[in-house]
C-alpha cells in the first residue's frame, strides 16, 4: 500500500491519501481523543505523540498535529499507523458510530436548499482538495452558519475562506444571504 500525503493551506495538517476509499458517504471529524473512541483509526492515530485531530473523508485523511511537534518526527508514525489499519481488515468506525452526512430533511425552503446546492458543487469539492470539509449548520435572518471541518478547521485562511470566498460567492448567487458566521 502507497499513501500519498499533501500539505495544506493549514500547516499544522497534512493530507494523507491511502489510495483506497476511506468513507462511504459523508464525513467523520475526531477534534478530541474522546471523541476518536467511536473509530479504531482515529483512536490508533491519537495515540501517536503530537496528533491534535484527525478527519475522514471520502477518499483522505487528515491529520492535525499539535504546535511543539515537527512533521518529520510524527509523519513516519501516522503513515504506519494508517498503513496498518487499512491491511488489518478492521473497521473505520465502530458500528454505533455516526457519520456526518449532507443530507437534510425534505421539507427545507427553497433559500436552505439553493444553499446547499452551492456549497456541495462549488465550495466542497474545493475544501476537500485542502483536505477538509464544511457543514451547514442554518440560514437565519440572512446569516448562513457553516462549519469547517479537517484541515480547513484552525486554518489561517479558513476566515479569508469563508468572507472572502464562502460568503461573496453565496451573496453574489442569493441576494438574501447577508452574511456568513462560523460556527
Known amino acids: 500500500m502507497f499513501i500519498q500525503t499533501e500539505q495544506t493551506p493549514n500547516p499544522a495538517t497534512l493530507k494523507y491519501i491511502p489510495g483506497v476509499e476511506v ?3 459523508g464525513t467523520a471529524s475526531f477534534p478530541t481523543r474522546e471523541e476518536a473512541a467511536r473509530s479504531p483509526l482515529a483512536r490508533q492515530l491519537f495515540e501517536v505523540n503530537g496528533v491534535d485531530g ?16 515537527d ?7 501516522i503513515l504506519g499507523t494508517i498503513m496498518g489499519h487499512f491491511t488489518s481488515g478492521q473497521p473505520l468506525l465502530n458500528s454505533d458510530a455516526s457519520t456526518s452526512s ?9 433559500l436552505v436548499t439553493q444553499i446547499k446546492e452551492l456549497l456541495d458543487t462549488r465550495v466542497r469539492p474545493a475544501v476537500a482538495q ?10 437565519e435572518r440572512g446569516v448562513v452558519y457553516l462549519q469547517l471541518q479537517g484541515a ?8 479569508a475562506t469563508l468572507k472572502g ?16 458566521r462560523a460556527v
Open 23 to 25: 468513507m462511504d458517504k
Open 102 to 110: 449532507h443530507a437534510e430533511s425534505d421539507d427545507e425552503d427553497e
Open 165 to 180: 470566498g464562502i460568503e461573496n460567492m453565496l451573496r453574489h448567487y442569493i441576494p438574501e444571504v447577508i452574511e456568513v
Open 54 to 69: 484527525v478527519f475522514f473523508g471520502g477518499d483522505f485523511i487528515t491529520v492535525t498535529k499539535t504546535h511543539d511537534i
Open 130 to 139: 485542502d483536505g477538509g470539509d464544511i457543514l451547514f449548520h442554518g440560514f
Open 71 to 77: 512533521w518529520t518526527t510524527i509523519k513516519p508514525a
Open 152 to 159: 480547513c478547521s484552525g486554518c489561517p485562511s479558513s476566515t
